[in-house]
C-alpha cells in the first residue's frame, strides 16, 4: 500500500520560511517523478514544482527563487523549502508521485497523492 504523508505546514508570518516533507512507504521511491501542488480556497489545485528521479527540479514562476525542492532517496523522503513567503502562497499543499516523462504540471499524470497539509501566510 503506497502512502504519501506530508507535514511540517503551519502560521508563518510573511516573510517567513516553512519547510514541508513529504514521507513515502510502499514505492520505489527513487523510480518516482515527484511533484507538489497547492490548492487554496476557493481556487483549483495547482501545480508548484517537481523533481525527477535524477534531481532535476521545475519550478512555476510564482515560486522560482523562493522556493526549492528537493529529495533523499535513501529516507524515500521529498523536500519543499519555502522562503520569503506571501499572504498568497496560503493553501493546502500536496505531494504526489508518478511515473512522469512529460506533463508534469498535470494532476492525472501522478498516481499518488498525500493528504496534504495547510501553510498558512500571515500578512
Known amino acids: 500500500q503506497v502512502q504519501l504523508v506530508e507535514s511540517g505546514g503551519g502560521l508563518v508570518q510573511a516573510g517567513g520560511s516553512l519547510r514541508l516533507s513529504c514521507a513515502a512507504s510502499?514505492?520505489?521511491?527513487?523510480?518516482?517523478?515527484m511533484g507538489w501542488f497547492r490548492q487554496a480556497p476557493g481556487k483549483e489545485r495547482e501545480f508548484v514544482g517537481g523533481?525527477?528521479?535524477?534531481?532535476?527540479?521545475y519550478y512555476v514562476d510564482s515560486v522560482k527563487g523562493r522556493f526549492t525542492i528537493s529529495r533523499d532517496n535513501a529516507k524515500n523522503t521529498l523536500y519543499l523549502q519555502m522562503n520569503y513567503l506571501k499572504p498568497e502562497d496560503t493553501a493546502v499543499y500536496y505531494c504526489?508521485?508518478?511515473?512522469?516523462?512529460?506533463?508534469?504540471?498535470?494532476?492525472?499524470?501522478?498516481?499518488?497523492w498525500g493528504q496534504g497539509t495547510q501553510v498558512t501566510v500571515s500578512s
Open positions: 510502499g514505492l520505489t521511491f527513487s523510480t518516482y517523478y
Open positions: 504526489a508521485a508518478g511515473k512522469v516523462a512529460f506533463g508534469i504540471t498535470r494532476m492525472n499524470n501522478y498516481n499518488y
Open positions: 523533481i525527477s528521479w535524477t534531481g532535476t527540479v
